[in-house]
């Protein structure tokens, strides 16, 4: 039963990304499957994925280079927003998401394709995104799943593919389910399904074992312009090198590790394991930096706001239009976060030792104990009276 005549399919070059090409064409009527491969600093090589695609049947093999875009239009924001999702994931994956969806929606509409489609299952958070995400930006165009209902397991979906001429994978598979980008590394199932489970080494692959660091500490200057990360240790990087300089040092010093249970939109529980060494670092920064320059109520009212918006991105809603006013409260905020941040690198620990800004409303005058000081301590005790005022009235009325 055809679903759709040009279909424009999130490609990988995975085993299931490279069955859904004949799947959609044989069993779904379609008449031509146009892949896009978007780079988003995996380190794959792309021409091979993007001849495997024609290989599988694809009518045209795109490969996108939107590393600078995921940087600059999903990265910057969600650091200046301190975004984690549970206080502890910085969304490294999540991010991704609605920068593919819009690739897919930009190239249905180059090719006149009536329909997009993904390679997610049925239980994760990515089917989630993707469907939203282009629901927001084209809510004409078909979203179609394949692997979400084609019901077939893991041998199932390799034997189908070498039927339709798709080789099987040569080596034996990994356990783990990975992902990878400029902002980190996600890692599942397998082993890693018990949450009891300690993970080995091969887990990882962007930070040390921490006996492997160095046994000297590191220093890194993180200099940011209204909110946004633009100099290391006083040297201006494009934003891609930033983050591959940043992820390389960090990592080195074994900083950056997550390992978490974590609760998944669809209502179940996750073990996942996360390596974000440079993202985590520049939002520890930013909010220090957020710290010396933002009054005390917009600090208190926007650390309220990071949760929802960390939320929001887990659960797939970058466009909506609460997460856009989001946004523009946010940019707001960030006009005089400038300046830079000191971070002492060290056997698995990053420690801010030091912060400063062309706008910081730390006053010396103010804040010190010796003979400088400038407060009128003779005004503490009216404050204190009309303070604690309330609970003085409520204590007569109650306490007597």
């Known amino acids: 039963m055809g679903r759709a005549k040009k279909v424009v399919l999130a490609y990988s070059g995975g085993v299931d990304t490279s069955v859904c090409i004949p799947y959609l064409k044989n069993e779904w009527g379609v008449e031509e499957v146009i892949t896009l491969a978007a780079d988003l600093g995996q380190g794959d090589e792309l021409e091979p994925i993007r001849q495997k695609a024609l290989t599988s049947g694809a009518s045209v093999s795109l490969v996108a280079d939107a590393k600078a875009e995921f940087i600059q239009n999903y990265a910057y924001p969600a650091i200046q927003a301190n975004a984690l999702y549970e206080n ?11 920068l593919i969806a819009k690739l897919l929606v930009d190239a249905a509409e180059e090719y006149g394709a009536d329909a997009v489609a993904h390679g997610c299952t049925g239980k994760g958070n990515d089917q989630v995104r993707f469907d939203v995400a282009i629901a927001a930006l084209n809510p004409n165009l078909k979203v179609l799943a394949p692997a979400r209902e084609w019901g077939m397991s893991r041998e199932e979906t390799i034997a189908y593919g070498e039927k339709c001429g798709i080789p099987s994978p040569v080596k034996k598979s990994s356990p783990y389910s990975v992902d990878l980008n400029l902002l980190g590394r996600s890692v599942e199932a397998g082993p890693l399904e018990d949450p009891n489970y300690e993970p080995t080494e091969e887990v990882y692959a962007l930070t040390k074992a921490i006996a492997q660091t160095p046994d000297t500490p590191e220093y890194l200057e993180i200099g940011f312009t209204e909110g946004i990360p633009t100099t290391l240790n006083g040297k201006h990087y494009d934003p891609v090198a930033f983050f591959i300089e940043l992820n ?72 909506n239009p609460l997460k856009e006013a989001l946004d523009a409260f946010i940019q707001n905020t960030q006009k005089r976060v400038t300046g830079s941040v000191r971070i002492k690198l060290f056997k698995g620990n990053a420690i801010i030792v030091g912060r400063t800004s062309p706008h910081s409303l730390y006053s010396d005058g103010l804040a010190t104990y010796g003979s400088g000081d400038e407060f009128d301590h003779k005004a503490a005790e009216g404050f204190i009276y009309v303070w604690g005022l309330p609970t003085r009235v409520w204590s007569q009325m109650n306490r007597g």
């Not at 390389?248 to 996750?270: F, P, Y």
């Open 88 to 98: 502890r994931y910085p969304l490294s994956t999540a991010l991704a998401r609605p």
């Open 248 to 319: 390389q040092r960090v990592g080195n010093h074994g900083i950056g590790r997550i390992d978490m249970v974590e609760n998944r939109l669809v209502g179940i529980k996750s073990r996942e394991i996360y390596e974000t060494p440079g993202l985590i670092v520049l939002i520890q920064a930013h909010r220090d930096l957020e710290s010396l320059t933002l009054t005390k109520d917009v600090t208190v009212y926007k650390r309220g706001l990071e949760e929802t918006y960390g939320q929001m991105v887990y659960n797939g809603l970058w466009y």
